[in-house]
């Protein structure tokens, strides 16, 4: 699986997952998901989220838990 919009970069937060080179953690993401809160409110919370950066997090999410080999967006 090739993810287009989950980047990593080791300057950017230690080389975490982020989304889009963003300094927005993939685990942030997922967290508030986890946590309850709707993608709705995420994108009115942080309005240079789309709709589609919460998307790959679910499929980032899925591919991990099936330990899969991800490619990452450079």
């Known amino acids: 699986m090739f993810l287009q919009r989950i980047t990593t970069n080791p300057e950017v937060c230690g080389g975490k997952p982020c989304i889009r080179d963003l300094r927005f953690p993939v685990s942030r993401l ?4 986890a946590s309850g809160e709707t993608a709705e409110t995420i994108l009115k919370s942080y309005p240079y989220l789309e709709k589609e950066d ?10 991990l838990a ?4 991800i490619e990452f967006a450079k």
């Open 30 to 33: 997922l967290g508030l998901l």
């Open 66 to 69: 099936d330990e899969q080999i």
């Open 54 to 63: 919460i998307e790959e997090a679910f499929n980032y999410a899925a591919n």
